[in-house]
């Protein structure tokens, strides 16, 4: 089992739409969870941290997390062009040796808003 | 600050030479990572350095790969072989607090090996 899990897309959405982006995670353990940004061509960049079970908002920008069920997702709202990109989730390990566990990416899901 | 500078932005070498990457952290970041994003295997750790010193190097593919952080400024990635499979993108990060701190993310070098 790949320990983060996304739709590779491309997920196509208008532009004003919501867009909804999911990932699913492997280790029980794990206790902190991001979202980062990918344009094309570019390097990744944090949009979202979230560590508590729920919802956390940021602007356009929501992400929402259920432990239980190993489930973490972003919303973004308002689409625009410009968050056309790939979203890469980012997990950390538990347990993972003497490191205070480092990131777990997915391989990310393509976003591509139309106007 | 500049960010995170990585260097080359683009290698194109042959396989069996030796390529070294380069990378100047985020001042005052104690904490620098490598890694390789390829389509295949997304994005994944290969090393990284707290103050200077590698913690985890566990992601390191085999012996061929080394990486070194001579100063608080300065690290180097070096594959000597190179072999075709290590064609991908390379990205140096650097982070101010312990894991999982954001990660500052370089612009990345591009390696070809034909």
């Known amino acids: 089992q790949k320990e983060v899990e996304q739709n590779s897309g491309p997920l196509s959405v208008p532009e004003g739409a919501i867009a909804s982006l999911n990932c699913t995670y492997s280790d029980r353990g794990s206790q902190s969870f991001f979202w980062y940004r990918q344009y094309s061509g570019k390097s990744p960049e944090l949009i979202m941290s979230?560590?508590?079970?729920g919802d956390k908002e940021d602007g356009r920008f929501t992400a929402q997390l259920n432990k239980a069920s190993q489930y973490v997702s972003l919303l973004i709202r308002d689409s625009q062009p410009s968050d056309s990109a790939t979203y890469l989730c980012a997990v950390t390990r538990s347990n993972y040796g003497g490191s205070q566990g480092n990131l777990i990416f997915g391989k990310g899901t393509k976003l591509s808003v139309k106007p | 600050d500049a960010g995170v500078i990585q260097s080359p932005r683009h290698e194109v070498t042959e396989m069996g030479q030796e390529v070294t990457l380069r990378c100047k952290p985020i001042s005052g970041h104690d904490y620098l990572f490598w890694y390789r994003q390829t389509m295949m295997r997304g994005l994944e750790l290969l090393i990284y350095?707290?103050?200077?010193?590698?913690?985890?190097d566990s992601g390191m593919p085999e012996d061929r790969f080394s990486a070194k952080m001579p100063n608080a400024s300065f690290s180097t990635l070096k594959i000597q072989p190179s072999e075709p499979r290590d064609s991908a993108v390379y990205f140096c990060?650097?982070?101010?607090?312990?894991?999982?701190?954001?990660?500052?993310f370089g612009e990345g070098s591009r390696l070809t090996v034909l």
């Open positions: 990060a650097s982070s101010f607090f312990e894991p999982p701190g954001e990660l500052f």
């Open positions: 979230i560590y508590s079970n």
């Open positions: 350095f707290n103050n200077n010193v590698p913690i985890d």
